[in-house]
Each structure stands twice: as C-alpha cells, then as structure tokens.
C-alpha cells in the first residue's frame, strides 16, 4: 500500500474511533454485543429494503438502508425519543424532523441568524430534555444555541437562544459536531 493510502487510512480509523468516544456508550448500538438485560434496554430492529423500520413499543429502531432521500446538505444528526431523526442542513440553514419508521420527512423551519458559506453555516444538533442544541455560524462567530421543541405534531422550533457565542469562524474548518456526554455535560468538537 503506498504512504498516502496508508495515511488516509490512519486518518479514517482515526474518525471513526472519535466518533465511537461519542457514542452513548451502550452496547446496544455496537454489532455483535448484546443489548444490556436491564427493563430500560432498547430493543433493536432492522429495517426492511425500502429503508422503514419498526421496532417493539419503546424500543430502538437500527436502519441498515436508507430511510430517507432528497435532503440538502444534511450535515448534523440528533435522534429524538422515540426514534424520529432531526436533520440540520448546513447550506439551508433548516431543521428537518425524519420519522424513524417510515422516513418521512417534516420541515421544522429555519434557523434564524446562519450564515452560511464555505465549511460553515448551520452544522451539528444534540437534544436534552425538550431542547434542540446547534451549532452554527454566524455573522461574526460560531455558537451554540438552543431551542425549545416539544416534538408533538405541528410543533415547531423556538427562538434561538445563545448558549456558547464567539467561537472563532473561518472559511473552512469551522468544527461543529455536538454532543452531550454521560455526564450530561454539551461537548462540542
């Protein structure tokens, strides 16, 4: 294998051991483990060719195909409870909540205050306790902000509030992955 193959493979097992660090953490989401025994373990299902899933009441819906289509530059990803998927598009500067089952797709609108370009605009998503968290570019910086979301039909996102403001913006290499960790702590990369 030449130096450069050798490298770029060095730096993809690299990523995907930092996004495994950012995991929940359970074995439930890991192939070959077995899900914890406890009464909260999440079941696991797969979904069939055309991409939906289902899965026992409370359980945890595991997609091997492709469950939704015709998203624009879908960069942040953030599961709901329940197992709804919301979607940020970087570019859009729009959420999208995708139906975990079925993969139907629902505008939750635009993020107000996103500008984007180059690498930046409005990236990574977490949720804790009926808040969507983002991380995205502004006009001067990068931040976080949250909204509240209440996740029943028709809901829509609220007004941005500041968490986390003057992170450093470029052109590129803006960062933007966000996730709370089991200490219940925002990290964000």
């Known amino acids: 294998m030449s130096r450069p193959a050798v490298v770029k493979a060095l730096w993809g097992a690299a990523v995907l051991v930092l996004v495994?660090?950012?995991s929940s953490g359970g074995t439930e989401d890991r192939p070959g483990t077995a899900p914890p025994t406890s009464a909260s373990a999440s079941a696991?299902?797969?979904?069939?060719?055309?991409?939906?899933a289902t899965a026992p009441a409370g359980g945890r819906v595991a997609v091997t195909g492709t469950l939704?289509?015709?998203?624009?530059?879908?960069?942040?990803?953030?599961e709901l409870p329940g197992g709804d998927l919301l979607v940020s598009s970087?570019?859009?500067?729009?959420?999208?909540k995708v139906d975990g089952r079925t993969g139907a797709k629902t505008s939750l609108g635009e993020v107000p205050g996103?500008?984007?370009g180059g690498e930046g605009g409005l990236m990574g998503l977490a949720v804790?306790?009926?808040?969507?968290?983002?991380?995205?570019t502004a006009e001067s910086d990068n931040r976080i902000v949250r909204m509240?979301?209440?996740?029943?039909e028709g809901d829509r996102l609220g007004v941005p509030q500041p968490?986390?403001?003057?992170?450093?913006?470029?052109?590129?290499?803006n960062g933007g992955r966000i996730a709370f960790g089991p200490d219940r702590m925002l990290y964000a990369g």
């Open 20 to 22: 495994a660090g950012c």
């Open 128 to 136: 804790r306790d009926g808040w969507v968290y983002a991380y995205l």
């Open 90 to 96: 970087r570019d859009e500067r729009t959420i999208t």
């Open 163 to 173: 968490v986390l403001t003057g992170i450093p913006k470029g052109v590129v290499h």
């Open 68 to 78: 939704t289509e015709g998203l624009k530059s879908p960069w942040g990803l953030a």
């Open 114 to 116: 996103v500008v984007p």
């Open 148 to 152: 509240r979301y209440g996740g029943a």
């Open 44 to 52: 696991t299902a797969s979904a069939s060719p055309s991409g939906s």
